[in-house]
Structures are given as structure tokens and as C-alpha cells.
């Protein structure tokens, strides 16, 4: 294994006055040792991570780090700068600069060796012995570690003798006998455990685990860390994690998991929350066990900590927060409605509408008949539709409160099953059951008891509530509102039926894909999602498919019949927008919307009005929840359904060419490049990976 630092590797007096100016100054270096193929490379990655998160670290240190395919086996070069250089910590610009470099399948050996040296970066003495080194191959020897960075005393200098201890004084005896009584009987230690993980796995993950330790010794704490990085992770034994009274979280990607340390006082950070100030974290995990609080986000949380979908930022208001369980919730219910839903499409496509009264298969299967296997497609399907309203349910639960509200959600959204309520009842239990477990955490309960509390008392307690309230108080009221929901869209006829078409189009194309959009699907599916839905159900059912197919056929359109006032990048997209429309993927037209939002959603918002207006106004019917084209077959009045479609996108096209064609400068279509920024059509290269993920 070749050394990870060599004296070639080291630049004394860097001269560089900016972060990007210093790591390419030091990758140059790389370059040139043969450790890195692709300066430009390599650079993009470096700055790619600098992005997601700052460098910087108090005390006057750098350490850009990345993984990149262009690094051929990991490296360090390390620059000292007298003039020093803003990384973005909070104390200031940096004097120590150490560029890591990791390949994209480091192994192991190389990675812990990289752990070693930011554990290192820890150490006071360490980084005063960098300082002060006035020779490269000494600081490459000291952060392989071949030198030790505290001076050792001189052979000369015999060490001081250490005085005899005193005798004890006769008067003394009693106080002594009663100390050494105190002594024979320690006082447990304070317990904790910690997670540390960061994005690349390499440098913050370990600097936190060793700047938690220092601060643990020091408050006299009992600390262990499992450092969740590259090179993998070590899991801490469950008996620790039973024995600890706190859980420290320092990270910025998901724990992984992370259900193991249910039941206790946790304070969830950021990873340099634990480098910075890791002194305070103990503290307050100490008084969250005092206070007997269990599994309370930290104020300092990072936004998208695991669960990634859970709760709410700090500082987020309440409709904020309900709109993330809500669609926590519908999340986790669409592949259900996908898979049962085409399931039962395709049974109908080969056996008809009657297969839905067929024998139940457990009982009759006959291998050669088409009939048997329409009626095992069909029940399998409404098998997993079944789990809709329950999985609604326990999953907006799951978003308010994670794992312990899991069993009364489910529990929750089963009754409102059983009761008629339906996906308002799924709902509403959701809401109730992650309500009734946030209030019960709140207890302060005995040390004892804190380990049963998530898997027993919990569950036992939320549950009966939860079950008390939907079948004896709020369930039937519930279910009435739901029928009376149900006979008014039967009813619906006329100017009524087209004014929803009118409302669902305008959901549906507002924010292709996003919350607004996933309401209006989710209002469609859960009215199909019986096993004898209403005609009004299938009608909405319709309106919501064809409206969500018009942005991104009439994008592909508009870039077909006026190229010239899109760019190359959104002239390709359009070409993926054929399809991506014609399958019901309203996401085809997000990279339009991105590089202009005020053109192309309100042109894509007007075409999926009228699209949904026309569908309800031909009484076209739609038993399946996904499909676009390609489900046609089991469309009622297909081809009023198809004109409904095109007259839509047609109205698109024409509108998002009229905005776009009233720009006093269009690019010019020879460069095929994005210049005019998002408010003048351009891409920007972040919109353009957009595009390709998409």
C-alpha cells in the first residue's frame, strides 16, 4: 500500500487566497505524484462536495475531501497558508489546509488510515506541531504518524521524583473510614451512545466520534461512538445501547438503522454540531434524561434527517408540517394503487367487468383457462388495495411520529375500513394516532420502564385509543360524510361535474408531481379504491389521468413545432416528453418548469383545466389508477377521451408559444447553449440534471 502522504505532497508556503485556488494548487501536486488522472475531475468532485455542506473547521482548518473515479488510490496533500483561507467556518478562514482524496472503491486499510488523521485533526498538539514544522518530510511523517507531535523529555532530565504519600493523622481515622465506605460504593457513570455519519464518509464522520470522546472524558461521561463511514461500520452491541441512558445522532445522512436506539433521550444534530460544540450535546442529552424525554428531535436537527420524511423542520408552521405527514402518507400509499391498480386493469383488459364476481381462485383455478387467470390477476390486485387506506393511515402516523406511531395508524386506518370511512377515515385516523403517540412521549416516565415503552406501552395504549375513537366516537360521522362525499359526486352533472374537472386539471398541472398533484391523485385513487366504485369515482378518475398527461406532451410538442425557442439540452427532453406524457408521468415537463416557471406552468395549468373539463363533460370513465395510453382499452368513451387529451395540449403548446415567442431576445439556436437564465427560457446546468434524471 503506497504512503498516503508523501514530502512531494506538502506546500509550506501556499500561496493561494481562495478555497477553489488552493484545492486545485494542491491536486496539482497530485497530479503530478500520478495519484490523480483527471485534474478537472477531480476539481468538479471537490467542489461538488463543498456544496453540500462547508469544509471549514474551528481552530483554523481545511479539509475539502471528496471520492471521485479520477483519484487512483487515496492521498492527502497538506498546505500551510500564512495569508489563510475562508473554508466557512465560524471562527474564520484556515491555515491548515489538507486536501483528501479517496477513489470511488477505496478499501479499507486506506480508509481507516484517512479516520486516523482526521481523529488527529482533534489534537491540539497536533496541529501546533504542523505549525510549527519547518520541513516537508516532517510534516508527512507527522501525519502518517511516524513522529508523535508532543516533544518527549530529554534522557538527561531525570523525571521528578513523586513524594511519598502522607501518613494519615490519628484524628484523620474516622473521616478515612467513612471515605473509603463512599469509595467501596461508586456512583454509575452516565451512559451514551453516538452515531456519526457524514455525505463521503471520510473526514467529519470520525472528527465528530473523536471530538465527542474528548468532550465525554472530560464531563466524566461514558461514551461510545459507532462511526457509520466509508469503510463500512461496526454495529454497537445491543447491550450497550440497552445500558446507555442517551443517544447523541451527529449526522447528515440517514442513520442507518436507526430503530435500534428507540426508547431513549436523543439529541439528533448535525455532524459539525459534534465537532463545534460537542461539549454542550452531552449536556443536553444528560438533561433529556432528566427530564425523561424520549426520542425528541434536537433544535438543531438537520432538515432530512432520518426518518427523512418525519415531522418537520424547526421553525416549520403547522400547515407546513401537515403537509409533510399528509404526504408522508400518500407517498408510501401510491405504489399500492400502482401495482393493485394495474393488476386489476389488466384482469378486466383479459376477462371483462364480470371477472369482478368470479369465484375466489384459492378455491377455483383452472391452469388453461383465461378466465381463472383474469380472476387471480383481479384478486390479487384488490388484495393489495386493501392495504390503501391502512397504509395511508399508519404512514401519515409514521411522518408525525415515527416507528411508535406505526401500529395505531395501521390499526386506525383498518377500522375506518371496516366502518365504511374510506381514505377520509384513513386520514383522519393517521392524524389521530400520530397525535395520540407525540402526546404520550411527552410523559416523563421511570429509567425502568423507558426500554418498553416503544414496543409495549406504546403501541398497547395508542392503539385502544385510537381503536375507541374510530369505532364509538368520530368513526360513523366520518363514514356518513364519506357517503354523502360519494352521492354528491354521483350526482354530479353538468356545469358542477365540469367546474371539479376544471379544479382537478388545475391541481394536477400546478406542480407536476408535487403536493398539490399528489392530492388531486390521491383524492382519485382512493375513490376507485373499493371493490364497487361509483361512476362518479371512475369519471374523476379519468379527468385526473388526462390532465396529468398534458404538460409534458404539450412540451414535446412545443419543442417540435418551435424548436427555436427552446434550448438543445430542453429540445432533447422533449423527445423523453413523448413518452413520459403518454405513460401519465407528469415529471416529463419539470425541466421546462425549472428554466421557466412563469411560462410553462401556467400554460400547463390552463391545458390540464380544460383537458379535465372535457373529460368530465364526455363522461369518460377510468377504472385504472396509471396507464395513460396504455390503458385506453378499459377507458369509457376512449375516443372523446383521447380529444380531450390532445384539445388540452394543443391549448398548452399554443399558449407556452405565444409567452416564449414574446421575449424580446430568443437564443439563438445555432449555440444550442442556455444563456438567458430561468426568466428567459435558458437551462442552467443544475436544471439540466434535473433533466436527465427525470
Same mark, same amino acid.
Given at each position: 500500500m503506497s504512503e498516503l502522504i508523501t514530502a512531494d505532497l506538502v506546500d509550506l508556503d501556499l500561496s493561494a487566497d481562495t478555497k477553489e485556488a488552493a484545492a486545485r494548487s494542491l491536486a496539482e501536486r497530485m497530479v503530478e505524484a500520478g495519484r490523480v488522472t483527471d485534474l478537472d475531475g477531480f476539481l468538479a468532485d471537490v467542489a461538488a462536495r463543498e456544496e453540500q455542506m462547508p469544509t471549514g473547521l474551528d481552530g483554523g482548518i481545511g479539509i475539502p475531501h471528496c471520492r471521485s473515479a479520477h483519484v487512483t488510490e487515496p492521498t492527502l496533500a497538506f498546505g500551510r497558508s500564512a495569508a489563510r483561507i475562508d473554508f466557512g467556518a465560524a471562527d474564520g478562514p484556515a491555515d491548515l489546509i489538507f486536501l483528501i482524496a479517496a477513489p470511488a472503491g477505496a478499501d479499507s486499510d486506506h480508509l481507516t488510515i484517512l479516520s486516523s488523521l482526521a481523529r488527529q485533526l482533534m489534537n491540539a498538539d497536533f496541529t501546533a506541531a504542523l505549525r510549527s514544522a519547518d520541513q516537508p518530510e516532517r510534516v508527512a511523517a507527522l501525519i502518517r504518524g511516524e513522529e508523535t507531535a508532543a516533544a518527549e523529555p530529554a534522557a538527561s532530565e531525570p523525571a521528578a521524583a513523586e513524594p511519598a504519600p502522607a501518613e494519615p493523622a490519628a484524628s484523620d481515622s474516622a473521616a478515612a473510614s467513612a471515605a473509603s465506605q463512599t469509595v467501596s460504593e461508586p456512583v454509575a457513570p452516565f451512559r451514551i451512545v453516538a452515531v456519526t455519519s457524514c455525505p463521503t464518509g471520510i473526514a467529519h464522520t470520525y472528527m465528530a466520534a473523536e471530538s465527542l470522546e474528548n468532550a465525554a472524558r472530560e464531563a466524566g461521561v461514558e461514551l461510545v461512538v459507532e462511526t457509520q463511514g466509508s469503510a463500512g461500520f461496526d454495529k454497537l452491541p445491543a447491550a450497550t445501547i440497552a445500558a446507555a441512558d442517551a443517544v447523541v445522532f451527529a449526522h447528515d445522512v440517514e442513520v442507518r438503522e436507526k430503530a435500534r436506539f428507540a426508547g431513549k433521550?436523543?439529541?439528533? =444534530? !448535525?455532524v459539525k454540531a459534534a465537532i463545534n460544540r460537542p461539549a454542550e450535546l452531552i449536556a443536553e442529552a444528560r438533561g433529556k434524561a432528566a427530564r425523561g424525554e424520549i426520542a425528541a428531535p434536537a433544535d438543531g436537527a438537520a432538515e432530512g434527517s432520518a426518518p427523512m420524511d418525519a415531522d418537520g423542520a424547526a421553525g416549520d408552521g403547522f400547515g407546513t408540517r401537515l403537509r409533510k405527514w399528509l404526504m408522508t402518507g400518500v407517498s408510501y400509499m401510491v405504489p399500492f394503487v400502482a401495482a393493485g391498480g394495474l393488476l386489476i386493469a389488466l384482469a378486466f383488459a383479459i376477462g371483462g367487468y364480470e371477472i369482478a364476481s368470479a369465484k375466489s381462485v384459492a378455491d377455483h383455478f383452472v391452469w388453461t383457462e383465461t378466465s381463472s387467470w383474469a380472476a387471480l390477476l383481479f384478486q390479487i390486485g384488490s388484495a393489495a388495495f386493501t392495504f390503501l387506506v391502512p397504509v395511508l393511515a399508519g404512514y401519515i402516523a409514521y411522518g408525525m411520529a415515527d416507528r411508535p406511531g406505526l401500529v395505531p395508524g395501521f390499526v386506525g386506518g383498518y377500522i375506518a375500513t371496516t366502518i365504511k370511512a374510506g381514505f377520509l377515515g384513513g386520514l383522519v385516523a393517521g392524524l389521530i394516532a400520530g397525535a395520540v403517540v407525540m402526546a404520550i412521549q411527552r410523559f416523563k416516565v421511570p429509567a425502568s420502564l423507558r426500554g418498553i415503552m416503544p414496543v409495549v406501552v406504546i403501541p398497547l395504549v395508542s392503539s385502544a385509543i385510537v381503536g375507541v375513537l374510530m369505532f364509538v366516537v368520530i368513526g360513523k360521522p366520518i363514514a356518513s360524510a364519506q357517503s354523502a362525499m360519494t352521492d354528491w359526486l354521483n350526482g354530479l352533472s353538468g356545469a358542477n361535474a365540469i367546474g371539479l374537472g376544471v379544479l382537478l386539471g388545475l391541481m394536477m398541472c400546478f406542480d407536476l408531481g408535487g403536493p398539490v398533484n399528489k392530492v388531486a391523485y390521491a383524492f382519485a385513487t382512493g375513490?376507485? @379504491? =373499493?371493490?364497487?366504485?361509483?361512476? !362518479?369515482? /371512475?369519471?374523476? $378518475? @379519468? %379527468? =385526473? $389521468? #388526462? @390532465? !396529468? $398527461?398534458?404538460?409534458?406532451? %404539450? $412540451? &414535446? /410538442? &412545443?419543442?417540435?413545432?418551435?424548436g427555436r425557442l427552446f434550448t438543445k439540452t430542453e429540445r432533447e427532453n422533449g423527445? #423523453? %416528453?413523448? =413518452? /413520459?406524457? #403518454?405513460s401519465f408521468i407528469s415529471e416529463g415537463a419539470i425541466p421546462f418548469a425549472a428554466a421557466d416557471p412563469l411560462r410553462v406552468i401556467p400554460s400547463s395549468m390552463v391545458g390540464g383545466a380544460v383537458t379535465g373539463a372535457l373529460s368530465m363533460a364526455f363522461d369518460c370513465t377510468l377504472r385504472a389508477p396509471h396507464g395513460g395510453i396504455f390503458v385506453v382499452p378499459l377507458i369509457g368513451q376512449p375516443f372523446l377521451y383521447l380529444l380531450a387529451i390532445v384539445a388540452g395540449t394543443v391549448v398548452s403548446t399554443g399558449l407556452v408559444v405565444f409567452l416564449k415567442g414574446l421575449r424580446k431576445t430568443a437564443e439563438p439556436e445555432a449555440t444550442g447553449q442556455a444563456g438567458g437564465g430561468a426568466a428567459a427560457g435558458g437551462t442552467t446546468e443544475d436544471e439540466s440534471k434535473v433533466a436527465v434524471a427525470v
Open positions: 433521550p436523543t439529541v439528533d =444534530v !448535525g375513490g376507485i @379504491a =373499493v371493490s364497487d366504485p361509483s361512476t !362518479g369515482s /371512475l369519471k374523476i $378518475m @379519468a %379527468a =385526473v $389521468m #388526462a @390532465a !396529468g $398527461m398534458v404538460p409534458p406532451l %404539450a $412540451m &414535446a /410538442l &412545443a419543442t417540435t413545432v418551435r423527445k #423523453a %416528453a413523448w =413518452v /413520459l406524457g #403518454a
